[in-house]
């Protein structure tokens, strides 16, 4: 049983995709080992400056080749956050994707094609 417990935040604006990493102390962990003040609290979360990254495009540029979001943009992302979590912490990680204004734009078609796509590289690849 690790210490933490780690979260991901895929944040898709229109100009380009930051990646946020949290992390916080393991519920079992504290149970064990905490105070009572981690017992009667929301767990405090944790970040980093390095931890973070931005990479452009946005998302809603691959609506034309929704199959390259993965390949071409994701994976410096995933990449970056697989080097902060650790690999008996990968599976139990969960990622939130927030995908706004650019994907609005896009027709529904094009929307749901990368939405699909960025979901099926995720889960391929963390």
Same mark, same amino acid.
């Given at each position: 049983?690790? !210490?933490?417990? &780690?979260?991901?935040? @895929?944040?898709?604006?229109? $100009?380009?995709?930051?990646? &946020?990493?949290?992390?916080? @102390?393991?519920? =079992?962990?504290?149970? !064990?080992?905490?105070?009572? @003040?981690?017992?009667? $609290? @929301?767990?405090q979360l944790e970040t980093k400056k390095k931890w973070t990254l931005k990479? !452009?495009?946005?998302? $809603?540029?691959?609506? %034309?080749?929704? %199959? ?7 994976? /410096? ?6 080097? &902060?979590?650790?690999?008996? /912490?990968? /599976? ?10 650019g994907m609005r734009l896009l027709p529904d078609v094009q929307r749901t /094609? ?5 979901? $099926?590289?995720? =889960?391929?690849?963390?």
């Amino acid at each position: 049983m690790g !210490k933490w417990r &780690y979260g991901v935040i @895929l944040d898709a604006g229109s $100009s380009g995709t930051r990646v &946020y990493i949290y992390r916080w @102390l393991n519920p =079992q962990r504290a149970r !064990k080992d905490g105070s009572d @003040l981690d017992l009667k $609290s @929301l767990p405090q979360l944790e970040t980093k400056k390095k931890w973070t990254l931005k990479i !452009k495009p946005g998302v $809603s540029t691959f609506g %034309e080749k929704p %199959e390259l979001v993965g390949p071409d943009h994701l994976k /410096q992302l995933v990449d970056h956050a697989l080097d &902060y979590i650790p690999d008996d /912490q990968v /599976q139990d990680t969960p990622i939130f994707l927030l995908a706004t204004a650019g994907m609005r734009l896009l027709p529904d078609v094009q929307r749901t /094609q990368v939405l699909d796509n960025i979901c $099926s590289y995720l =889960q391929k690849n963390t």
